[in-house]
């Protein structure tokens, strides 16, 4: 067993959240060395079986068509605000960037090199130089470590941890077999293995036993994409985030190529194909994709201001403890600041569209019910905006989120669309409209409809974070039907993205099932219909899940996570719903930051500290990186814990 000294830390996941553990702790460290406290000497071991800063998910060997899902100004790993004790080194992404033209790091690659000359502070960078980015700020970090600090990187899995009884601390298990004795540990894990779903682990051994491809959930960069060969039918199952990764593997990756048409936005590509692309039919239970991010110059609209759930309202929902409900508290003043931010959006862009008594009647209701007043606002809202509003031109929330059901029924009642062809020329219109409202960025109503709902995703994630609300409105309400709403319309792809797959579309390369699809194997082959497509359905030798793994941690393949569930150093968070029935949750049960998972017994395990997407069941929405200049609380909250995680280790 090895002896790690008089303060011992052992990170588990050198990935950018076990960096910013890291970096809170040697900063923490020379600041209190600077300020005469006594630190004593602090030995940091970080156990990862990859590269410490880009860890797994941001490997830079990956191909160059993963992009992030952030513009440039967005990431940074090391802290801006917020916290006491100043980086020792490492700045935000977008000041690496611009730094690189013209004092470049000897470790770019050509590729990096390349992208960096063709990217500015609004475009999206790769995953790939994302990692090179980490990796750079994991050596300025190394370089410039306080006295009486030392780090030790161990290339390999950690399997257990389990309490030293006699030492005091904890043990550490390396999957190679060495030990690492711990007076603190922190688990920074981010994406691990999962487990499949019943329906997926049948849809799998179905496969195998008829000699067909099933590609399980998984980080992309992980797939053998080799193994679905040209020309044939490839069934695709999601059309989230990962969905535009599998398109970029088998088109661009596979030398095809995306040429300007010169048209306007949503008609502005077309793709030269290579030969050697298959036929790919994406599914979904929307049946189109996720919505396109609008082309803006700040990752929320800069003339938005949240005029309803702003900080008086938040301070007033905070003071109310873990008693507020998400539909009764919070979503009725984010429903108005969305629908305030669509028709002044409106009424600048398209005046002819409105009356001139539109707003201030609007502005009126909007505030009906807010101190008192008539709560009934909701009903005469239809009234007010048929006055007001030309046809086609009122906000419809929940057609936003399923596009496809504008559609009328067919006269027999049973089906919307007539053909996969019919379908496929409506997908069309509506990603060509989607990528046109992404050009026009806060010129857009919808898109500014979107923006306001995603900065009320960042005030609402605080709030959760706080135990602002109750557990049956966190399992019914926000998780319940708010979360893949909001995922649907503010998490899309950056707008290029959109535009290829309409250009995929036109070419014939790419096709849709349908909503509500159904997946079954039949004769021999998998098939993809939908209830919404009176047409055959489609038939494939291949599908594809496109899925991150499940961050459930009762279904982890994480030997790590298993074990200390298994030996009651951690547990699942149990909620209760409506009916008062528990419910076990996707994340851990841990105490109020910094973190502690909670043993068997309920009680915060001293010593042992989680980070990240283990935390989901007390944080919505952990997977998102740190926000260089963070306008919302929410936006730094990672470092936020990495520093105090660190300043308790170093307490």
């Not at 309400?477 to 036109?506: C, M, T």
Request: include cysteine.
């Amino acid at each position: 067993m090895d002896s790690l000294g008089e303060q011992s830390v052992v990170i588990v996941g050198a990935g950018p959240r076990g960096s910013s553990v890291m970096e809170r702790l040697l900063a923490q460290h020379a600041h209190l060395a600077g300020q005469g406290g006594g630190t004593g000497r602090l030995d940091i071991h970080l156990v990862d079986p990859f590269p410490p800063g880009p860890g797994h998910v941001w490997r830079t060997e990956q191909s160059r068509l993963y992009l992030m899902n952030t513009q440039s100004f967005f990431p940074t790993l090391i802290p801006d605000q917020g916290v006491v004790a100043p980086p020792l080194a490492g700045c935000s992404f977008n000041q690496w960037r611009v730094a690189q033209q013209t004092a470049p790091w000897s470790q770019l690659s050509e590729g990096d090199t390349m992208e960096l000359a063709g990217l500015g502070p609004s475009n999206f960078p790769s995953r790939a130089l994302y990692g090179r980015y980490l990796g750079w700020c994991f050596a300025q970090l190394t370089e410039n470590m306080p006295e009486g600090v030392s780090l030790t990187v161990h290339a390999a899995e950690a399997e257990r941890v389990v309490r030293d009884d006699e030492n005091g601390g904890f043990d550490v298990v390396l999957a190679d077999g060495e030990r690492l004795s711990a007076d603190k540990v922190v688990l920074a894990l981010g994406h691990v293995e999962s487990e499949l779903s019943p329906a997926q682990h049948e849809l799998r051994e179905d496969a195998r036993s008829h000699g067909l491809t099933y590609l399980p959930p998984a980080v992309p960069n992980d797939v053998d994409w080799d193994r679905l060969p040209p020309g044939e039918t490839v069934l695709v199952r999601g059309m989230g985030l990962n969905f535009f990764d599998v398109l970029g593997q088998l088109t661009e990756g596979r030398g095809g190529a995306f040429e300007p048409t010169g048209l306007p936005a949503g008609e502005a590509l077309r793709y030269v194909a290579s030969g050697r692309e298959p036929v790919i039919v994406g599914a979904s239970r929307r049946g189109t994709p996720y919505r396109a991010k609008a082309e803006l110059a700040s990752y929320y609209p800069q003339s938005l201001t949240l005029r309803f759930l702003g900080e008086d309202a938040v301070a007033a929902i905070r003071a109310m403890g873990a008693t507020a409900g998400f539909d009764h508290d919070i979503w009725p003043l984010l429903h108005r600041d969305t629908l305030w931010a669509y028709y002044t959006t409106l009424a600048r862009t398209r005046p002819e569209t409105v009356s001139l008594q539109l707003l201030p009647e609007l502005d009126a209701l909007l505030h009906e019910g807010l101190d008192g007043g008539d709560p009934a606002w909701v009903p005469r809202l239809k009234e007010l905006l048929g006055r007001h509003v030309q046809d086609g031109h009122v906000l419809d929330l929940q057609g936003l989120a399923r596009p496809l059901a504008r559609h009328p029924l067919r006269a027999s009642g049973e089906h919307r669309f007539p053909s996969h062809q019919a379908l496929d020329a409506a997908v069309l219109d509506y990603l060509a409209a989607d990528a046109a409202g992404s050009a026009r960025g806060e010129e857009d109503p919808i898109k500014m409809a979107i923006g306001a709902l995603n900065a009320g995703r960042a005030i609402i994630k605080s709030l959760v974070a706080d135990r602002g609300i109750t557990q049956e409105s966190w399992l019914g309400e926000l998780r319940g039907w708010f979360e893949g709403f909001v995922e649907g319309l503010a998490s899309g792809p950056p707008a290029v993205r959109v535009e290829q797959l309409a250009a995929l579309v036109r070419a014939g390369v790419v096709h849709f099932a349908g909503p509500d699809p159904v997946f079954r194997i039949k004769h021999g082959l998998f098939t993809a219909s939908s209830p919404w497509v009176a047409d055959t359905p489609w038939q494939a030798r291949h599908l594809v899940e496109a899925l991150a793994p499940a961050n459930n941690v009762r279904s982890s393949e994480s030997e790590l996570l298993r074990h200390l569930m298994d030996d009651g150093l951690a547990r699942p968070r149990l909620m209760l719903a409506s009916d008062g029935e528990p419910v076990v949750t996707s994340g851990l049960d841990v105490s109020a930051p910094p973190y502690r998972p909670l043993d068997a017994t309920g009680a915060p395990v001293d010593g042992l500290y989680v980070l990240g997407l283990q935390l989901s069941s007390v944080q919505w929405g952990t997977a998102i990186a740190a926000e260089a200049s963070a306008k919302y609380r929410s936006g730094h909250r990672t470092v936020l814990d990495a520093d105090a995680i660190a300043a308790a280790i170093l307490a």
